[in-house]
């Protein structure tokens, strides 16, 4: 538990101190016209109160990310502890953080305009393809979890019956896809707008339930300097599967949400459409996405008391949703736990909608379609949404089919986290030329390209991990990583001259 409270203290303390730094460094003014006060259209540019702003942003770039993701880290060990405390504080909230305001300074503008900015016109057209792609796929990985847990849900079989399985699966698809589309067109304010805050607060409330009962029932969180019944270090790699699945980098993989996450980037375009003064970006953009961690941390503690630190009669192999349900079922009464399984159900969904949100507005502001008629809302929604309903199809017809979209959706996610830190990078040496502001985020830069070129180099059934002995994939991982930092300086350089 001394592990636990102290990784809750850390994270506090990044914000109140680290995120001070970062937003003096960057030069936030709170006098200078944002967005939504200089052009609000009544759709995507919006002004709204900051809490509401925040508990959006919050479920914006949660969902189900610092749940099923710290519980699939937690297997690795405590050393998932260590990612989510220092990944957040040091590269995920700064990330959030500098990429939400330069969007603030750029009117609002999606991603890839940013990348285009900063790391030239061709990277900019490279990641409009990549972040709608990337869209789609979150798209359909939260239709098809939400789905899936609705169709085992209690009141189902009453609800349902004569039915198929695979008719409920369906019919589940269906209302939640209506819903993403509705979440889509209408203005930010009519749907997101008024049901986030709401999902937001049942999100942070599940995490709180879990810390009361870790207080009622006494629970031992590993430590990181303990071991196990077995006198197995908990900082080992504890995963089923360690041999195949080396902690780096499969843990920095596999814990997106929690610690660094790309996709939180494309969402920041959304709140920043909506705040009226930049002096909300630091709460908003750090403060949201350390509460992600805390909720993250909660999750991973709680996970790795059943996997590797607690009553070993607890656990039967349970993982990803399993060991949700196993956590609600073990330490919650019914109607609590009930209410977790619609908590998670909740959170899923509503990142699958924003995603789509997103796709629509990067889409629209490429092709320089204007979104204020539903019309052309609808023009660039519905290709959208045919794309993500085939995969879809693929992702339940075949057995692997969604373990496939799942593995390159991870890795897709942290790349584009990858990217955006090389985009804030550059923009923090061209704000402060000749000074060294811009190690704040060349650091974890280097480190996420190590990991995601890593993840091609020696992961199982990805890349070249199934053909390349692990040192030599390491190396070239290595060997690409060190090419951008010199490439980075060579134009650092270059523009001084």
Same mark, same amino acid.
């Given at each position: #538990?001394?592990?636990?409270?102290?990784?809750?203290?850390?994270?506090?303390?990044?914000?109140?101190?680290?995120?001070?730094?970062?937003? /003096?460094?960057? +030069?936030?003014?709170?006098? /200078? *016209?944002t967005p939504a006060v200089a052009h609000p259209d009544g759709v995507d540019y919006v002004p709204m109160k900051p809490w509401r702003i925040f508990l959006i942003q919050f479920l914006n770039i949660a969902g189900v990310g610092p749940i099923i993701g710290a519980v699939m880290g937690a297997q690795f060990g405590t050393a998932s502890f260590l990612w989510i405390v220092f990944g957040c504080i040091l590269a995920g909230a700064v990330h959030d953080f500098i990429s939400g305001f330069i969007s603030i300074r750029m009117d609002g503008a999606s991603l890839p305009e940013i990348h285009g900015k900063y790391l030239g016109n061709g990277m900019k057209q490279f990641m409009r393809g990549f972040t709608v792609v990337l869209m789609i796929l979150v798209g359909v990985v939260f239709v098809n979890t939400p789905a899936k847990?609705?169709? +085992?849900?209690?009141?189902?079989?009453?609800?349902?019956?004569? =039915?198929?399985?695979?008719?409920?699966?369906?019919?589940?698809?269906?209302?939640? =896809?209506?819903?993403?589309?509705?979440?889509?067109?209408?203005?930010?304010?009519?749907?997101? +707008?008024?049901?986030?805050?709401? =999902? +937001?607060?049942?999100?942070?409330?599940m995490a709180v339930a879990i810390v009361v009962a870790f207080v009622v029932y006494g629970v031992?969180? @590993?430590?990181? %300097?303990? *071991?196990?019944?077995?006198?197995?270090? =908990?900082?080992? &790699?504890?995963?089923?599967?360690?041999?195949? &699945?080396?902690?780096?980098? #499969? #843990?920095?993989?596999?814990i997106a949400c929690g610690a660094i996450s790309g996709f939180h980037a494309t969402q920041s375009p959304l709140m920043a459409r909506c705040m009226v003064n930049e002096k909300q970006a630091r709460p908003i953009f750090?403060?949201? #996405?350390?509460?992600?961690? $805390?909720?993250?941390? !909660? %999750?991973?503690?709680?996970?790795?008391?059943?996997?590797?630190?607690?009553?070993?009669?607890?656990?039967?192999?349970?993982?990803?949703?399993?060991?949700?349900?196993?956590?609600?079922?073990?330490?919650? @009464? *019914?109607?609590?736990?009930?209410?977790?399984?619609?908590?998670v159900v909740s959170a899923a969904v509503t990142s699958g909608d924003t995603a789509l949100r997103s796709a629509r507005l990067i889409v629209a502001d490429f092709m320089h379609i204007d979104q204020k008629p539903i019309g052309k809302r609808l023009l660039v929604a519905v290709p959208i949404f045919a794309i993500t309903a085939g995969?879809?199809?693929?992702?339940?017809?075949? &057995?692997?089919?969604?373990? !496939? !979209?799942? /593995?390159?959706?991870?890795?897709? &996610?942290? $790349?584009?986290?990858?990217?955006?830190?090389?985009?804030? *990078?550059?923009?923090?040496?061209?704000?402060?030329?000749?000074?060294?502001?811009?190690?704040?985020?060349?650091?974890?830069?280097?480190?996420?390209?190590?990991?995601?070129?890593?993840?091609?180099?020696?992961?199982?059934? $990805?890349?070249?991990?199934?053909?390349l002995p692990r040192t030599l994939g390491y190396s070239l991982a290595a060997a690409f990583t060190a090419a951008l930092g010199v490439l980075f300086f060579v134009k650092k350089q270059r523009s001084k001259q």
């Open positions: #538990m001394i592990t636990f409270v102290v990784s809750i203290a850390l994270l506090i303390l990044g914000y109140w101190l680290y995120s001070k730094l970062i937003e /003096r460094v960057i +030069g936030v003014d709170p006098k /200078r *016209t847990l609705l169709s +085992g849900a209690p009141f189902v079989p009453a609800f349902a019956q004569g =039915f198929s399985p695979m008719a409920i699966l369906y019919f589940w698809i269906a209302v939640i =896809f209506i819903y993403y589309l509705l979440a889509t067109l209408l203005p930010i304010d009519k749907v997101i +707008g008024k049901v986030y805050p709401i =999902f +937001g607060i049942l999100l942070l409330a031992q969180i @590993p430590e990181l %300097w303990g *071991t196990d019944a077995d006198g197995k270090a =908990f900082l080992a &790699n504890h995963h089923p599967q360690a041999a195949t &699945n080396p902690v780096f980098p #499969m #843990m920095f993989i596999s750090y403060g949201a #996405m350390i509460a992600e961690g $805390v909720v993250a941390l !909660i %999750w991973a503690a709680a996970a790795a008391y059943f996997f590797y630190g607690g009553d070993a009669s607890l656990y039967h192999g349970e993982k990803d949703a399993g060991m949700v349900k196993l956590i609600a079922d073990t330490w919650f @009464p *019914t109607a609590i736990a009930f209410v977790t399984l619609l908590g995969l879809l199809v693929f992702s339940i017809a075949d &057995n692997d089919g969604f373990q !496939i !979209i799942w /593995r390159y959706f991870s890795w897709a &996610n942290q $790349v584009l986290a990858m990217v955006t830190l090389w985009a804030v *990078t550059v923009f923090l040496s061209k704000l402060h030329p000749g000074k060294g502001w811009y190690w704040l985020t060349l650091v974890p830069a280097l480190f996420m390209t190590m990991v995601t070129a890593s993840f091609l180099m020696v992961a199982p059934g $990805v890349g070249l991990g199934e053909v």
